[in-house]
């Protein structure tokens, strides 16, 4: 549930040297730092907006967006200063940074609760708001073709766990968006397998993915 955006901050900066992070919604979100002049990379159509962006959320021209995580080097000296969802687990924000005055000031804003961290750059803000989430190192990664795949030898007893690759329909209930990735996979084809549990899946997630696997959309 998106709710209004509210003033988080006003900062000083010095538009020549500033940059702003954006953190992306998911793995295929661009992510990264930009000049405050610079046009961050945004969807260019609906098909793009649902594949690799935060469904549902329209960025108005002009406004850099993290979802849940924003950092700003104002790029006069001043310490780097990093807002986050203050509870991750249960909410993400959506936080926003436009330029005013001229580009002498930084306006940011978000839909939700936020915290603040501060560092002398933004990798190591970025570090040190990771460390503090308290969480395990991720295991060492396999060897395979990508990030998006395991090893095909995993299976689950009741059907082969794979990851969320282009090619693959996530039609499980807990997939908010499982309805227009189904359109998406139904309209573009190549679809080779699923990445669903069998027993995760209700009964339009079963028709779905039977209908599609066998190639009856065709």
């Known amino acids: 549930m998106h709710h209004p955006f509210t003033s988080v901050a006003s900062v000083p900066v010095d538009i020549r040297t ?16 930009y000049a405050l002049d ?11 907006a649902t594949v690799c962006y935060r469904p549902g959320v329209t960025v108005p021209t002009g406004t850099f ?4 995580l924003l950092a700003l080097d104002p790029g006069d000296g001043s310490p780097v200063r990093l807002w ?6 249960h909410e993400v ?6 330029v005013r005055d001229g ?11 936020v915290k603040e961290w501060t560092g002398a750059d933004i990798q190591s803000v970025l570090g040190e708001w990771a460390s503090q989430l308290g969480l395990e190192a991720p295991r060492p990664a396999p060897t395979v073709w990508c990030s998006w795949y395991e090893y095909p030898a995993e299976f689950t007893g009741v059907g082969r766990l794979w990851v969320n690759d282009p090619d693959c329909l996530m039609a499980r209930p807990a997939v908010e968006t499982r309805e227009p990735w189904a359109a998406h996979l139904e309209a573009t ?7 669903d549990r069998l027993l995760s899946l209700d009964d339009w997630g079963v028709a779905t993915t039977r209908r599609l696997l066998s190639g009856a959309a065709a």
């Open 93 to 98: 924000p959506s936080i926003r940074l436009v």
């Open 65 to 68: 967006q993290g979802e849940g």
């Open 38 to 48: 610079a046009t961050p990379y945004r969807p260019t159509n609906d098909n793009w």
């Open 18 to 33: 500033a940059k702003v992070h954006e953190e992306g919604w998911q793995s295929w979100s661009p992510s990264g730092a």
């Open 189 to 195: 084809g190549g679809l080779m397998a699923s990445s």
């Open 84 to 89: 986050a969802a203050a509870d991750p687990v």
């Open 103 to 113: 580009g002498e000031v930084a306006e940011v804003s978000a839909d939700g609760p």
